[in-house]
């Protein structure tokens, strides 16, 4: 089992930014991807952006040139900068960890931080 620490997040206003921080239990040493997705209200959970322990980043179209992702292999945290930010940011996110062993995934979330952007 492998736990995800959340923090960051909060209220900020349109154009400010914040920067979101989750920390692994432990080391994974199966082949896995981090990364962060978000749930509006009334919306489906969507993919915000992804990293490999290599550092091949992928992002969603709503959010590229905006928010950038990283990650420290020796603290098992990957981190979220949100620059720019616009009031559809608003949304609960969470981290991800997919852990592929013997062909297999398994997803591990956090606790959810609520991002609020607004006046």
């Known amino acids: 089992q492998v736990q995800l620490v959340e923090s960051g997040g909060g209220l900020v206003q349109p154009g400010g930014s914040v920067r979101l921080s989750c920390a692994a239990s432990?080391?994974?040493?199966?082949?896995?991807?981090m990364g962060w997705f978000r749930q509006a209200p009334g919306k489906q959970r969507e993919a915000v952006a992804t990293i490999t322990p290599g550092g091949s980043t992928n992002y969603a179209e709503s959010v590229k040139g905006r928010f950038t992702i990283a990650r420290d292999g020796a603290k098992n945290t990957v981190y979220l900068q949100m620059n720019s930010l616009k009031p559809e940011d608003t949304a609960v996110y969470y981290c991800?960890?997919?852990?592929?062993?013997?062909?297999?995934?398994?997803?591990?979330w956090g606790q959810g931080t609520q991002v609020t952007v607004s006046s």
């Open positions: 991800n960890l997919r852990v592929t062993t013997w062909g297999r995934a398994t997803d591990y």
């Open positions: 432990r080391s994974i040493l199966s082949p896995n991807i």
